[in-house]
């Protein structure tokens, strides 16, 4: 239980964090709008920083991170019997955070009127910058198998000052790769939101875009279990 009480209340503060800036920087109206993508990368940055934290303060391993609970169940980091506990929580956890994120903006939500007004799915979940489903996987498995291969190296990080760390890591993925895909980099992340923009009464909404939702699921999945097979592989 503690495991999907952590992996919930920890995925719920990154998902409201990252899609609240992308909230801020679209919907019109808002002090924020229009800042750049190091203002998109810092601010997803520090949403998993302050999500691991928490995360690991109510009793999970801070993955918050459906690719991170695979990829390490899969490699024999992790114990089959806490994956359903944890993927639930950080589906349900994004969910909620993005609802949340809908009444923290619905005025602007009202006011911005279309997607050329700012008011679309990507303030929830990812697309890519140019559509090419291949190359968008691709994007999506490195920029996840960079990412978590260099967090199993922390070990335990939600102690101390590693969840910054993780969220600095983050940081320098959308920097660096994250101009192509938006960086899911974390299905919960992308598909929590997307579903509730797909169902909730967002003001104004257009599509949800599914068709594309497989990148940002299927690329980070397949990162993940390539970067924890490989961290095994080297510390045999």
Known sequence: MHGFIGEFFGTMILTAIGCGDGAGINLK???????????????????ITFGVYVAGTLGSKGFINPAITLGTAICGLFPWSQVLPYLSGEFLGAFVGAALVLIQYYPHFKASKDEADGNS??????APAIESPVFNFFSELIASFIFIFTLLDLGNFTQGLKPLIVGLIITAIGMALGGTTGFAVNPARDWGPRLAYTVLPVPNKGTANWKYAWVPMVGPIVGGILAAGLHVALMK
Do not use: E, K, M, P
């Open 29 to 47: 109206g808002t002090f924020s709008r229009d800042q750049n993508w190091l203002f998109v990368s810092l601010g997803w940055g520090l949403g």
């Open 121 to 126: 799915v990507g303030i929830f979940a990812t």
